[in-house]
């Protein structure tokens, strides 16, 4: 047993919807003279803030606790767990065993509860990766210009180069 955090507290109320009548109490509290300090203090008394809560346990799905067993021998890199929460995040039948690391299992979990910032950082990697495979494709691009080409990118730089008398 161990005591809960004031933000553990919020969204514990807010999960159980019962922020809103705590908030109301608060208000009713201050109404009647208390401090604003006070007045939270007075509400979360009343709504079990302070009193040792259980630890909780780890995720579940279906009823099964997730253990790190079923991602055992599996490798996968940040991009590829990316791309698999991307390709799973509304697939309501997904399971643990379907991902890719334990990594793209939380990752999954996380962009369930928060689905902008999921998705706010799914854009940056996936533009960054863009930019870099327009910059591999000069590259490629540049290895495979034939010799005669190359020939005459040079002969064109000397030809400015005495055109300008140097």
């Known amino acids: ?7 553990e507290f919020r969204q514990r109320l807010r999960q159980e919807g019962r922020f809103k009548e705590f908030s109301t ?3 009713d509290f201050q ?8 007045s939270w203090t007075q509400a979360a ?4 803030f302070g009193e040792p809560r259980p630890v909780p346990q780890g995720p579940r799905v279906n009823g099964h606790q997730v253990t790190s067993q079923m991602f055992e021998g599996r490798q996968s890199s940040v991009r590829s ?13 997904v399971q643990p065993e379907n991902a890719p690391s334990s990594g793209a299992w ?13 998705y706010t ?4 990697m996936a533009s960054r990766r863009e930019d870099e495979s327009a910059e591999e494709r000069r590259f490629v691009d540049d290895a ?3 010799t005669e080409e190359i020939a005459e990118m040079l002969r064109q730089l000397t030809t400015v180069a005495t055109d300008d008398g140097t």
Not at 1 to 7: H, K, P, V
């Open 121 to 124: 950082e799914w854009m940056r």
């Open 1 to 7: 047993m161990r005591r809960e955090t004031q933000d």
């Open 106 to 118: 939380g990752l999954l979990q996380f962009s369930r509860m928060e689905p902008r910032a999921f």
């Open 81 to 93: 767990d990316f791309e698999w929460v991307y390709e799973n995040q509304a697939v309501e039948d």
């Open 144 to 146: 495979n210009r034939s």
């Open 45 to 48: 008394t009343e709504f079990g």
């Open 25 to 27: 109490l608060r208000k």
């Open 31 to 38: 109404a009647e003279g208390l401090s604003p300090s006070d």
